[in-house]
């Protein structure tokens, strides 16, 4: 594998990592004209903590392409 498939790997990670985090939002904003309950609570708790990590794990991968590779 030459330098050049890793970035474009890279690339595709981050790509991915991002429609997650526009997908976590879609789902939450699907619940806004639902009744306020335990299950519309217990998803969208559910889907912040993911989106968190998610943010947390883009964030992490994006410093590791930033600084080039090896």
Do not use: H, I
Not at 1 to 20: F, I, K, L, P, R
Not at 26 to 52: H, I, L, M, P
């Amino acid at each position: 594998m030459n330098a050049e498939d890793v970035e474009d790997g890279m690339s595709n990670v981050q790509t991915w990592m991002s429609a997650a985090l526009t997908d976590e939002e879609t789902c939450t904003d699907g619940f806004e004209d639902v009744e306020d309950g335990s299950v519309k609570a217990e998803v969208c708790n559910r889907a912040a903590v993911v989106k968190k990590f998610t943010s947390n794990a883009l964030a992490l991968v994006n410093t590791y392409a930033a600084k080039g590779m090896p």
